[in-house]
C-alpha cells in the first residue's frame, strides 16, 4: 500500500472513532521493546498465581513473553504446501449470480502462481498473483479480470472481487483496478485457502480475514476498506484466517481440512486501540522441544496430588509438532512407583491423559491437535467419569473409582524428569490445576480472557512475569546470562535493557513474523554505550543462527567501523564511522530500507549514500546486544524502545528523532 494509501485509510478510520494517540502503522510492528520495568527484570522468573504461591523452577530455558491465545487480530502464514480446504457445499455454488470475495494479505515473495483461495472443480472461482497482476479466474478454464496493480512484498494489503449483475470487479485498497463483463457460471467446488491441491500454486506471506458472500456484491464503488476484523454479515459463505486457530467463522461452520503446517500468528492488518498489558492480553511460555531439558517444576505438597478427589486440569498450548515422535509433557507428577497423574500430547498428537489408580486409566482423544494453533485442552474428574476436552468439547471418557496416592514427587510442566522423554515443543499459556472441582461438565465456550484463580485453584501458571515485554505481542524473549532491566540509565519510560559487558549477555527472539525478506523495513532504537571504540567487536544485532549467509548483522568491526552486513561475508554497508560515537551518551539508530534501497541514519542524520539492497533477509530469529554465538562481541550499555517494523520505511530522508517514548499501540 502506498503512504498515501495507507494515511487515507488511518485518517478515515480515526475520524469515526474516538481519538487515537498511537502508532498508526502499529500493525506493521513486529517486535517493539520498550525496557519499562523494574530494575534487574529478566524473563526467568515463574510464579505461581494461587493463593499457594508454590515456589516455580525452571531448567534449561524456558521463554517467557506477550504470545498469548487471547485477542482478536489474527491472520494465517502460508508457505509450499500448506493450505486448508472446507467441502463443497451449496453455499460455496455461486453460479451466476453477485458475489464477492475479499482478505487482507501480506506477501512475503512471489513465484509463478500465488493463490489466494480457490475453489476446487472446473469454472471454479480463483483470486491469484500471477505474473505481477492480481486475477480472477475460473478455475482450469480461463481467466476473466486482471489487474496491474498487486499486494506489495512485506505490506498488508486488502484485496476484493465482487460481480454485480454482469459486471465484475478487482479493488486494490478499495480503488477499483480493473472492470470487465462477465455473465458466466462458477461451479461449486471444495474451496481452498493459500494453495490448490496440488502444491502448484502456493502463497508465501499471510492472509487474513478471508470472507466470501454468496448473493451479494459487497462492494460496486471505491471505498475505504475495513479497518476492524471482518465479520458474519448476510450472505456469508465462509470467514476465515481471523482466529487463534483454524476455524470458519460464518454460520455455515464449515470443518475444515489442514494440509501440513500453515500456522496461526497474531500478525494482523489491525492495530489494537490501547496499549497491549500482558495481565489482560495474558502472555506463555516457550518450551524448545530439544533434549536439554527445558521444563519447569513445583515441589510436591498435598495440593498437586489428585487423591480421590475431583479435579480440572487445563491450558492453552500451542504445539510446532512433536520433535521426537514422543509424547510432550504439559502436566506431568509421575515417577517409576509414584503414578499419579500424566496430561500430555502423544506422539501422533492426540490428547493423552492417565490416572493411576491401582492401575493405568489411560484416554486418548478422538481429534488430534493441530500443530501452529493454539488449542484449549482439559483433562477433568467428575465423580467417577474421567473426561478430556479440546476446545470445549469431551473428546474421551472413562471410568475411575478409587483413591491415587499421594507421593512426594514434584509436578513437571512442560518436561519430565528423564532426558530425551517428553519435551514439548511450542508454547503454554494459562494452567491452572483446580483440586475438589471440575470446572467442565459439559461442553462450554472457550475462555477469551487470561484464566483467575477461582475457588479451589491450587496452582495457576499464567505466564506473565516477563520482565522485557513485547508490546507487538508476537515474541516471546530469551534474556541469555545477565541481561535484563536497569532503571537508573534510561531514555525514555521508567527503564532500558543493560547488557554488562559479559560476552555472553543477549537477548533472543524468534517468530516467522520477523522474516523481512525482500521488502522494506525499518529496525530502530536507541544505543548508550559504556564501552566503545577500545578495539573490541560489539555486536548491536545478528540474524544468524549459524555460518549463515541470509541474515542481517550489524556490528561493529575490528577496524572500528560500524557495518551492516548480509550474513557472514557479503558487506552491505559501512555504515557509521565509530569514531563518531562516545560513551555516556544516548543516540538514535535506525536502518530502512524502501523498494531495494537501504539507508542508515544516526540521530535522524542519514550517515550513508542510498545503497542498492535486494537482499533477501530470510532469518526469523534476532540476538539483540550481542552474537549468535554462545559467546562473545556483546555490547557493554544500554539498548531502549528496540523497533522492527516490517514493510514500511519510516524514514527516508533525515528526520528529527523520537522526542518521547514510542507509540505501544
Keep these: 500500500m502506498s503512504l498515501a494509501s495507507r494515511k487515507l485509510i488511518q485518517a478515515t478510520a480515526g475520524a469515526a472513532g474516538a481519538a487515537d494517540t498511537g502508532d498508526d502503522d502499529f500493525a506493521n510492528v513486529v517486535l517493539l521493546l520498550d525496557g519499562d520495568g523494574t530494575s534487574g527484570d529478566a524473563n526467568n522468573t515463574f510464579t505461581d ?40 457445499d451449496a453455499s460455496f455454488n455461486l453460479g451466476t449470480g453477485d458475489f464477492t470475495v475479499e482478505a487482507w494479505v501480506n506477501p512475503t515473495q512471489y513465484t509463478t502462481f500465488n493463490y489466494i483461495c480457490t475453489m476446487f472443480a ?10 505481477g497482476t492480481l486475477k480472477v479466474r475460473r478455475y482450469f478454464v480461463a481467466d476473466v479480470l486482471s489487474s496491474s496493480t498487486i499486494p506489495e512484498i512485506g505490506e498488508w494489503t486488502h484485496v476484493a472481487a465482487t460481480r454485480s449483475g454482469t459486471t465484475l470487479r478487482i479493488f486494490v485498497n478499495g480503488v477499483q483496478t480493473a472492470t470487465t463483463t462477465d455473465s458466466t457460471n462458477y461451479a461449486q467446488g471444495n474451496f481452498a485457502v493459500g494453495n490448490d491441491s496440488t502444491n502448484q500454486a502456493p502463497w508465501y506471506g499471510n492472509i487474513s480475514n478471508l470472507r466470501v458472500l454468496k448473493g451479494t456484491a459487497l462492494y460496486t464503488s471505491n471505498f475505504t476498506p475495513p479497518t476492524s ?73 498435598t495440593p498437586l496430588s489428585p487423591e480421590g478427589d475431583d479435579f480440572t486440569i487445563e491450558a492453552w498450548i500451542y504445539t510446532k509438532g512433536s520433535a521426537f515422535s514422543d509424547y510432550q509433557g504439559i502436566w506431568i507428577k509421575w515417577t517409576a512407583g509414584n503414578q499419579e497423574i500424566f496430561f500430555s500430547l502423544d506422539p501422533s498428537l492426540k490428547v493423552y491423559g492417565v490416572l493411576y489408580i491401582g492401575g493405568n486409566i489411560n484416554l486418548t482423544s478422538t481429534n488430534a491437535i493441530q500443530p501452529y494453533t493454539w488449542n484449549h485442552v482439559a483433562f477433568t474428574r467428575n465423580g467417577t467419569t474421567l473426561t478430556l476436552w479440546i476446545n470445549g468439547n469431551s473428546e474421551a471418557t472413562a471410568t475411575a473409582s478409587g483413591t491415587v496416592i499421594n507421593d512426594t514427587d514434584p509436578v513437571y510442566v512442560g518436561n519430565y524428569q528423564i532426558t530425551g522423554f517428553y519435551e514439548f515443543n511450542g508454547y503454554i499459556s494459562d494452567v491452572r490445576w483446580v483440586k475438589g472441582t471440575a470446572v467442565y461438565t459439559s461442553a462450554f465456550t472457550l475462555p477469551t480472557a487470561p484464566l483467575t484463580a477461582i475457588t479451589n485453584t491450587e496452582t495457576l501458571l499464567s505466564f506473565q512475569d516477563s520482565g522485557i ?83 542481517l548483522v550489524i556490528a ?54 542510498d545503497l542498492s539492497d535486494t537482499g533477501n533477509y530470510d532469518s526469523d530469529t534476532y540476538n539483540i546486544g550481542g552474537r549468535y554465538a554462545t559467546s562473545g562481541n556483546s555490547i557493554n550499555g544500554f539498548i531502549d524502545d528496540f523497533r522492527i517494523t516490517k514493510g514500511l520505511a519510516r524514514y527516508t530522508t533525515n528526520f528529527t528523532p523520537p522526542t518521547a517514548a514510542l507509540p505501544k499501540f
Design 49 to 88: 498465581s494461587s493463593t499457594n504461591g508454590f515456589t516455580v523452577t525452571e531448567t534449561g530455558s524456558v521463554v517467557q513473553g506477550s504470545f498469548s491465545p487471547y485477542g482478536d487480530n489474527w491472520s494465517n502464514s502460508f508457505g509450499s504446501n500448506n493450505y486448508y480446504t472446507a467441502a463443497s
Design 122 to 131: 472446473t469454472g471454479g472461482l480463483t483470486f491469484y498473483v500471477t505474473g
Design 229 to 301: 476484523p471482518l465479520t458474519n454479515i448476510t450472505n456469508t459463505s465462509i470467514l476465515t484466517a481471523q482466529s487463534n486457530r483454524f476455524v470458519d467463522n460464518s454460520s455455515n461452520g464449515h470443518a475444515l481440512t489442514i494440509n501440513n503446517t500453515p500456522k496461526v500468528t497474531p500478525f494482523s492488518p489491525f492495530k489494537d486501540d490501547d496499549a497491549r498489558d500482558i495481565t489482560t492480553d495474558g502472555g506463555s511460555a516457550y518450551f524448545n522441544g530439544t533434549v536439554s531439558q527445558n521444563k519447569l517444576y513445583l515441589a510436591d505438597a
Design 469 to 551: 515485554y513485547d508490546r507487538s505481542g508476537i515474541n516471546n524473549v530469551d534474556t541469555v546470562s545477565t541481561a535484563q532491566i536497569d532503571t537508573a540509565v534510561t531514555k525514555y519510560g521508567t527503564g532500558s535493557i543493560e547488557f554488562s559487558g559479559n560476552t555472553t549477555d543477549k537477548l533472543v527472539v524468534s517468530s516467522p513474523e520477523l522474516v523481512l525478506g525482500t521488502g522494506d523495513f525499518t529496525i530502530e532504537f536507541w544505543v548508550y554505550f559504556n564501552s566503545i571504540n577500545d578495539g573490541n567487536v560489539y555486536t548491536l544485532l545478528d540474524g544468524r543462527t549459524s555460518s549463515d549467509t541470509t541474515a
Design 556 to 609: 561493529q568491526e575490528s577496524s572500528g567501523a560500524w557495518t551492516s552486513r548480509l550474513g557472514d561475508s557479503t558487506l552491505v554497508n559501512e555504515g557509521w564511522n565509530s569514531a563518531t560515537f562516545t560513551t555516556g551518551t544516548w543516540y538514535h539508530i535506525a536502518i530502512t530500507r524502501e523498494s531495494g534501497t537501504t539507508r542508515y541514519f544516526k540521530d535522524g542524520t542519514k550517515t550513508s549514500a
